[in-house]
T-cell receptor, first 111, second 113 residues
Framework: GQQVMQIPQYQHVQEGEDFTTYCNSS?????IQWYKQRPGGHPVFLIQ?????EVKKQKRLTFQFGEAKKNSSLHITATQTTDVGTYFC???????????FGKGTKLSVKP | DAGVIQSPRHEVTEMGQEVTLRCKPI?????LFWYRQTMMRGLELLIY????????DSGMPEDRFSAKMPNASFSTLKIQPSEPRDSAVYFC???????????FGQGTRLTVV
């Protein structure tokens, strides 16, 4: 079945440093979604990317979708302690319409 | 809207017992997902319903797991008999249509002792 690989599994940064997580698929994706899960919470939708090469920004967060629609990245500029959590990519809109998540990148931010 | 509602929030049960997890999706959403989350395996898709019909149940671990969606406003995930390795957080999520955002419930933390 469809799989998405996400790296790194963990990232520890000093507050103010940048952070990037990467998502890769062996197959072309219809679109990709990103979610954030705070410790003890549930995944919350951040954004969806649909077009090849698409770049979207949300304040300090920049999301990219690869030209071949097989990879994606999330970059956070100047991390803050409020960015702590696990960031997931999810392959959406497959042939069956299911939603497959990567294993996530757990971000910790040291003040 | 109250969002996706799951019950119970926590469940502790003994090995061999039957466990039933419940989910009420957001009204008007026609897709529903059940996920299992563990440290080792991450967020695993167990089953996906569209218009109350199971579309993909390839993630259901084994015959001990079953899921139903008798109507658009209710779904259950049953484990019978439960085993300690079933301990995890189980999430239900719903969405309006393909390629739209999914809304997650608060999850049920299941502990099988």
């Amino acid at each position: 079945g469809q799989q998405v690989m996400q790296i790194p599994q963990y990232q520890h940064v000093q507050e103010g440093e940048d952070f990037t997580t990467y998502c890769n698929s062996s197959t072309t994706l219809s679109n990709i979604q990103w979610y954030k899960q705070r410790p003890g919470g549930h995944p919350v939708f951040l954004i969806q990317l649909v077009k090849s090469g698409e770049v979207k920004k949300q304040k300090r967060l920049t999301f990219q979708f690869g030209e071949a629609k097989k990879n994606s990245s999330l970059h956070i500029t100047a991390t803050q302690t409020t960015d702590v959590g696990t960031y997931f990519c999810a392959a959406a809109g497959g042939s069956q319409g299911n939603l497959i998540f990567g294993k996530g990148t757990k971000l910790s931010v040291k003040p | 809207d109250a969002g996706v509602i799951q019950s119970p929030r926590h469940e502790v049960t003994e090995m061999g017992q039957e466990v039933t997890l419940r989910c009420k999706p957001i009204s008007g959403h026609n897709s529903l997902f059940w996920y299992r989350q563990t440290m080792m395996r991450g967020l695993e898709l167990l089953i996906y319903f569209n218009n109350n019909v199971p579309i993909d149940d390839s993630g259901m671990p084994e015959d001990r797991f079953s899921a139903k969606m008798p109507n658009a406003s209710f779904s259950t995930l049953k484990i019978q008999p439960s085993e300690p390795r079933d301990s995890a957080v189980y999430f239900c999520a719903s969405r309006t249509a393909r390629s739209t955002e999914a809304f997650f419930g608060q999850g049920t933390r299941l502990t099988v002792v």
